[in-house]
C-alpha cells in the first residue's frame, strides 16, 4: 500500500544546477526504502526536500492524505536521524530521547513510559542516567534513533546514519536498525553511499546519479538485473570487455552479434574456469595475471583477448591456487552477458 508519494520533484539551485530533476518515487506502509548514490546525486537533497528543511522548486510531496509542502517542518510528525549523531551534551540518554515530547506537551507519565519503551527497543535502558560523552559512537546513535522514534513519527528519515562509524560496528548497527525498523512498523527511508548497506537492509532501493533515478527495486533487481550501466558499475563488481575480434567472436558463438551493444559487461561471479565436462556457453583464452586467495572465496585475473577479466571463484580449496602466466579458458554463458546501448541502458539479450 503506498504511503508516500514524491512526484515529479524539482529543486534548482542557481540558473543551471539542478540537484533534483524529475525525482517520482513511492514508499509503501512498513518499507524500508533506500536512497543509494555517489556524493551530488540529490538523494541528501530528496531526504531533506520531505523532512521540510528544503522545499522543491516544484512538484509535489504527500503522505497519506497529506500534502507536504504546505505543512511546517515541525508539524510533519517525521523522525530523523542524523549522521553526526546530534545528542545534546549536557542531556543524559533519558533527556535527550524526551526532548521532542516536551514540546509535543506530552503527559509526565506517558513521557516517561515512551521514553523507557524507546531506550529498551535501542537496548539502553540500563545507561538512562548516563551522559552521552561517556559513551560510544554506537550508543550515541541509538539515542539518536530513541528520539526520533519515541515521537511516534509516521515516517522515519535516516542520513547515512552509519558513516562516523568503524566497519564491523556498522554491520551491527546496521542489522539492529533494520531490526528495529520492522518492530515498530514504520516506514522508513534510508540514505546511504555503501552498497553492501544498501543491499543488507533493503526492501527496495532507489539508485539515483546526477539527481534523477536510474533504477528502483529489490536487492535483487538492483544488483542481478541492473537496467543501466551506472547501476551495473555502481552496485557490485563489474567486468567491462574490450572491443575488437575476440569480443565479437564471443558474442557470435554466443548467439547474439545480432545485438547492437555498444558495451558488453559480466560480474565476475558469473564468470567460471572451462573445464571438459562444460556444455554450455563460450570461452576465451587468456593466462593468469593475478590470484588472491580470500579463505570462502579466490579473485582470479586473467589477461585476455577482450581485457583484463577478474573471476570469483566460490569455495576454492586449499590446493586450488593458480600460478602467474599459467593458461586458462574462461567460460561466460550467454545469460551472464549484459550489453548496454550508447545511452547506457540494458539492451535485451534474450536470455
Known amino acids: 500500500m503506498t504511503y508516500l508519494t514524491v512526484g515529479n520533484a ?3 539551485f542557481g540558473v543551471n544546477f539542478k540537484a533534483l530533476d524529475g525525482v517520482s518515487v513511492s514508499v509503501d506502509k512498513g518499507e524500508f526504502f533506500t536512497l543509494l548514490g555517489p556524493s551530488g546525486c540529490g538523494k541528501t537533497t530528496l531526504l531533506r526536500a520531505i523532512a521540510g528543511f528544503n522545499d522543491l522548486t516544484s512538484g509535489d510531496i504527500k503522505l497519506g492524505d497529506y500534502d507536504l509542502r504546505k505543512i511546517p517542518p515541525h508539524q510533519r510528525d517525521i523522525g530523523m536521524v542524523f549522521q553526526d549523531y546530534a545528542v545534546f551534551p549536557h542531556l543524559s540518554v533519558f533527556d535527550n530521547v524526551a526532548f521532542g515530547l516536551k514540546p509535543r506537551k506530552v503527559p509526565e507519565a506517558e513521557r516517561k513510559a515512551r ?9 539502553l535502558s540500563a545507561l538512562a542516567d548516563r551522559m552521552p560523552s561517556a559513551m560510544s559512537g554506537g550508543q550515541q546513535q ?5 528520539r526520533a522514534m519515541v515521537i511516534k513519527p509516521r515516517l522515519l528519515l535516516m542520513d547515512e546514519p552509519l558513516s562516523n562509524l568503524d566497519a564491523k560496528l556498522r554491520i551491527e548497527l546496521r542489522e539492529e536498525i533494520r531490526d528495529i525498523q520492522k518492530q515498530i512498523d514504520i516506514a522508513a527511508i534510508y540514505v546511504t553511499h555503501d552498497q553492501e548497506e544498501a543491499l543488507a537492509i533493503s526492501d527496495r532501493i532507489c539508485v ?5 533515478v536510474e533504477q528502483i527495486g529489490t536487492p535483487q533487481d538492483i544488483y542481478g538485473d541492473p537496467q543501466t550501466r551506472f547501476v551495473a558499475n555502481f552496485v557490485g563488481t563489474l567486468n567491462t570487455l574490450k572491443s575488437g575480434a575476440d569480443l565479437e567472436n564471443l558474442t557470435r558463438n554466443l548467439g547474439l552479434s545480432d545485438v547492437k551493444a555498444e558495451t558488453w559487461a559480466v560480474r565476475p561471479e558469473r564468470l567460471g574456469l572451462s573445464n571438459p565436462a562444460a556444455r554450455e ?3 576465451i583464452k587468456g593466462t593468469v595475471s593475478k590470484y588472491v586467495y580470500l579463505g570462502r572465496e579466490a579473485h582470479l585475473q586473467v589477461s585476455t583477448g577482450i581485457g583484463e577479466l577478474v573471476v570469483h571463484i566460490a569455495n576454492p580449496g586449499r590446493n586450488a591456487g593458480r600460478a602467474v602466466g599459467e593458461p586458462v579458458s574462461v567460460l561466460i554463458t550467454r545469460d551472464a552477458l549484459m550489453g548496454f546501448d550508447t545511452n547506457g541502458k540494458r539492451l535485451s539479450t534474450g536470455g
Do not use: F
Not at 142 to 146: D, E, L, N, Q, T
Open 281 to 283: 556457453g563460450a570461452t
Open 142 to 146: 541509538r539515542i539518536g534513533i530513541a
Open 115 to 123: 521514553v523507557d519503551e524507546a531506550l529498551a527497543t535501542v537496548r
Open 10 to 12: 524539482t529543486k534548482q
Open 208 to 212: 539515483m546519479s546526477g539527481g534523477h
